[in-house]
Structures are given as structure tokens and as C-alpha cells.
């Protein structure tokens, strides 16, 4: 119990320490400024001309709360519950630290690497989801990407140090290199709206049959339900604003099937897949029928049938 105890603590002081660097100065120092500081110092400046709020207000106002303290609860809140439920329910802070060689997307890994694209998925939509997020509450463009790009990179390798300390996980640095890579591509479409134009990375998921069956109960791992893609829009290459090149979209993905130990019933084999298709460009049409884009939710969330393909086996 001590050693767990310790655990969330450090992960916490880390998050409160992260969330502080990152939008804790809120003086007036230039672009460049903060850009060096970023790269040579832990302690980020940015111009976020923010003040602070009223010695009156209310701690549990939360209206009333600067931009700063906002920022720091969250990341400890999150970090908290990152916390308190691997020490639940993957035992963090109960073994010494070891690492665990997972291996990428050959047949003989675990889920045959679909695991490995969540982790990307995961960290990219937790990312922009962050980004959002700070945006709402007054950051720039630039700022809110920034500070959401650290608030993920360091919470998702606090979980890999988690499993690390974990009898039953173990670190992956496979899993922190995705989490890295989801977080990095989530920052340049954020950053720069020339990317977002061109590309989404999507998860799709539609219950796998033991998922309706009742053997297998969650999403994230239901991976023979899952697919995850690039989708490329020839609208933001070729900008001629023309409404069938925007509605219709190029995909690349990849997939496995029979995995889980679930699977067993449903598929005779293991197999992984890899696939190309064009389908439907689902934020635009929603958005040009209804006026509404839901959010840009479908830019993260690929709709099962609504696009064409062919898929190469690769067992």
C-alpha cells in the first residue's frame, strides 16, 4: 500500500508541475521567448495575458477560476484518477520497474498490433480533445495545442511508468513510441490547418460477434471490432472547392480479426488485414444537410458503412 501511495503522489506532483510550466507564467513574453523556453528550460513561458482571479472567489467557483488554476486541477484530476484505478486495477506501484518487449504488428503478438494503433488513436484524440479544451477557455490556437500535446504526452508515459511498476503489465516502449506518435500527429493537425485539410486518423468500431454474444464487454479492447485509418480528402490537396471532391474521401487502414482470447467461437484463424477504399466524407455531408458538423466528432469516429474497399490479408 505504501509503495502505491507513493506512486499516485509522484504522478501527481509530475502533473502539477507539468500543468504549472506549461501555462503557469502568464507574463508578456514574446513568441520566440517562449518557443526557446520550450527547448532549453523546464520553465515554459507564454503569453497568455491572463490574471489571476480575486482572493474572494470561490475555490469550487469555477467561473471564477484563472485559466492557470483551471489547467492545474485538471491535470491533476486526471493524473489522480490515472492513478487510483491502475493501482485498482493493474496493481501500479506493486513491483520493482520492468520493461516488456511487446513486439509491433507481426502474427504472433498479442492482438497482432491493433493494440498498438489504439495507443496512437488514443493519445491523438485525448490530445485534441485537450486542445479543445484549453481552447475554450481563452488559450490561443497555438498555446492550447501546445499545452495539450504535453498534458497527454506526460500523462500517457506516466501509464506506461505505471505498468512499469505493475506485476502484470510491464513498460512497453512499443506503447510509448505510438502514444508519441499519436500525440505528434495530433499537434501538427492542430498547429497547422493545411494538415487538417488534407488527413484524419479515425478509429472504427462495430461489435464484433463476441461483443454481441456478451463473451467480450469492452469497446477499447474489442479490437475484432475495430478498424483504424488515414483518410485523405482530395478537397485539401486540390482546394477547388468543388462538392463532390469534398464529399468524397481516399482511406488506408488496418485491422485484426480473432485475437482475444473471446474470438475463439467466431474465428477459426488469426488474421490481420490491411485495406484501401473510398467512402464518404461524413463532417461535410452532415455538415452541408444539417448546417451542423457534431462537433468534428466524425473526424475521429469513421461510420462503418459508409465507404467501399479492399482489404489484403496478411496471414
Excluded at 485498482?88 to 498490433?113: C, H, L, P, Q, V
Excluded at 486542445?131 to 498534458?151: N, P, T, V
Amino acid at each position: 500500500m505504501r509503495d502505491v501511495l507513493h506512486f499516485n503522489l509522484v504522478m501527481l506532483l509530475i502533473s502539477a508541475a507539468l500543468a504549472t510550466a506549461v501555462f503557469g507564467s502568464e507574463g508578456d513574453a514574446s513568441r520566440a521567448g517562449c518557443t526557446a523556453a520550450l527547448y532549453s528550460a523546464p520553465n515554459l513561458t507564454f503569453d497568455l495575458g491572463d490574471e489571476e482571479s480575486s482572493a474572494e472567489s470561490s475555490w469550487w467557483g469555477m467561473a471564477d477560476w484563472s485559466r492557470r488554476k483551471k489547467v492545474v486541477v485538471l491535470n491533476l484530476a486526471v493524473t489522480g484518477a490515472i492513478g487510483i484505478y491502475g493501482a485498482a486495477t493493474w496493481d501500479y506501484g506493486s513491483n520493482g520497474f520492468a520493461t516488456r518487449d511487446e513486439g509491433w504488428f507481426n502474427s504472433d503478438t498479442r492482438y497482432g498490433g491493433a493494440d498498438k494503433m489504439g495507443h496512437a488513436w488514443s493519445a491523438y484524440a485525448v490530445t485534441s480533445l485537450y486542445s479543445r479544451i484549453y481552447r475554450d477557455w481563452g488559450f490561443s490556437d497555438e498555446d492550447a495545442i501546445l499545452g495539450a500535446a504535453l498534458s497527454t504526452w506526460v500523462q500517457t508515459a506516466l501509464i506506461e511508468v505505471g505498468d512499469g511498476l505493475s506485476k502484470s503489465q510491464g513498460f512497453s516502449w512499443q506503447d510509448e513510441a505510438m502514444n508519441t506518435a499519436g500525440v505528434g500527429l495530433a499537434y501538427l493537425r492542430h498547429r497547422f490547418p493545411a494538415i487538417r485539410d488534407v488527413v484524419d486518423f479515425r478509429w472504427e468500431w462495430f461489435p464484433s460477434p463476441a461483443f454481441r454474444h456478451g463473451d467480450e464487454t469492452d469497446i477499447f479492447t474489442d479490437y475484432s471490432g475495430q478498424k483504424y485509418l488515414l483518410a485523405f480528402k482530395p478537397d485539401g490537396f486540390l482546394k477547388t472547392g468543388d462538392p463532390v471532391l469534398k464529399a468524397l474521401e481516399f482511406q488506408i487502414g488496418y485491422y485484426t480479426r480473432g485475437y482475444a482470447s473471446s474470438d475463439e467461437d467466431y474465428f477459426s484463424n488469426r488474421h490481420r488485414y490491411g485495406y484501401i477504399g473510398i467512402g464518404l466524407n461524413v463532417t461535410y455531408l452532415l455538415e452541408r444537410l444539417t448546417g451542423h458538423r457534431a462537433a468534428g466528432l466524425f473526424d475521429y469516429y469513421q461510420v462503418p458503412y459508409t465507404y467501399i474497399s479492399v482489404r489484403d490479408d496478411f496471414d
